[in-house]
C-alpha cells in the first residue's frame, strides 16, 4: 500500500480537490450552455472543444513534462487555471456568458491541462514504490472520484440556486489551494538522460509514440480506449440533454447521474483488486468493456430516471476498473525517462476521437432522438472490447525494475 508520507498525501489532496471544483465546473458548463440556448449540436460543441486541445498540444505536452520539474509545471498551470476560471466567473456573475465564451473557456483550461496531467503521471512513480503503484493510483482515482461526484455534483444545483457563477468562483479557488499543495512537494528533476548530441521535442514526442507502438499490450490498450472515447464524447456531450429532456428530471436528475456513476466509481475501486487478481490488467479491463456496453444499451432503451441512475452506476464501477488499470499499466510498462511522453501518446490518441464522438452525439440527438446518443456509445464499445482481445498478454512490465520503469527514488 503506498505511505501516505513522502509526498502522495499532498498529491493526492491537490488531485481531490482539484477533481471537487472540476466536477462543480463540468456539472455547471452544460447547465450555463443548456439555459443559453436549446440546441443540442451547440450544446454539444462545448464538450467537444473542450477536448480538441488534446490533439493540438497532447503530444507536446508530455515532451515537456518530461524535460522540467513536474511538480513545478503543475503548481504553474493550477494557479493560471485558477486565475482563469475566476475571471469567467466574474463574467457570469454580470450576465456576459455565451457559448463562445464557455467554448473558449473549455478548451483553454484542456490546453493547460494537457501539461499538468502528463506531469502528474510521470511524477506519480517517484513518490510511491514499485509494488504500491496500483494501490496508489486506485486511491487517487477514488478519492477524486468521492470529492468530484459524490460531493461536487450534488452541491452544482444548490450552488447555481444561489448564483450561477458561484460554481465557478468555488473551482477557481481549489485550483488555488491545489496549487499552494503541490508547492510544496519535493522537487522532481528531468528522468531524461542527457542527449550529447542535443534533442529536439520532435524527436521526443517520436520516442514516445514509438515506445507505445512497440508494446502490444499498451498498443492494443491505447485503441480500445481510442474507440471508447468517440463514444464517451457522444455521451458525455448530451447526458445533460437525455436527463432533463428525454427523462425530463431537471438539474436534480442531471445531479442524480452524477451522483451514481462516482458511487459506482467507488465501488469500482474496492474491487479491482479482486478483478485484477482474478483476471489480470488486461482481463479486467476487457470485462470492464463488456459491461458497460450492456450498461449503455440500457439507458439508450428504458425510459426511467431509476434506471438510468441504476445503468450509471454500473457503467461507472466499470469505468474505474478500466481507469486504474489502463494507468498502471502505462506507468509499469514505460521506460521512467519516457513516461511523460508515452502517457501524452496515450492520452492524445485516446482523447483524438471525443470531440468527434461529442458532434456526432448531438447529431444523432438532433436527427433520431435524445435517448440515441447512450446506443451510439454502446456501438463503440464494442468496437472497442473487440479491438482489445488480441491484446490481452501476460501483466509483466517491458521495462526491468532495476531499469527505473516505476522504481521510487526513496521516500522523501
Known sequence: MPAWRGGFGRLWGAAVLSSFGDALRTAALPLLAASLTDEPLLIASVTACGYLPWIAFGLLGGAVADRVDQRRAMWTVDAVRGLLVAGFAVVVGLGHASIGLLILLAFTLTALQTLFDNASTALLPALVDAEA????????????????????????????????????????VTFLVAAALVVSLPATRPRRAADPGGSTLRREITDGLRTLWGDSPLRGLCAATALCNIGMGALLATLVVLVTGWLGAGPAGFAAAGTAVTLGSLAGGLVNGRLVHRLGRTGAVLLAGTVQTGALVVMGTVRSLAVLVGALAVFGLMGMVWNVNTTTL???????????????????????????????????????????????????????????????????????????????PGTR
Open 133 to 172: 503503484l496500483g494501490s496508489a493510483n486506485a486511491r487517487l482515482m477514488t478519492g477524486q472520484r468521492i470529492a468530484g461526484g459524490l460531493l461536487g455534483g450534488p452541491a452544482v444545483p444548490l450552488l447555481i440556486a444561489a448564483g450561477a457563477a458561484l460554481p465557478f468562483a468555488v473551482d477557481a
Open 330 to 408: 502505462m506507468q509499469q510498462r514505460s521506460p521512467a525517462a519516457l513516461l511523460g511522453r508515452v502517457a501524452a501518446a496515450f492520452r492524445t490518441l485516446a482523447y483524438a476521437g471525443v470531440p468527434l464522438g461529442a458532434l456526432l452525439g448531438g447529431a444523432v440527438a438532433t436527427a433520431w432522438g435524445l435517448n440515441t446518443p447512450p446506443l451510439l456509445t454502446a456501438a463503440f464499445f464494442v468496437l472497442a472490447v473487440t479491438a482489445l482481445i488480441p491484446a490481452r498478454k501476460p501483466d509483466v512490465p517491458v521495462v526491468a525494475p532495476e531499469e527505473g520503469s516505476t522504481r521510487a
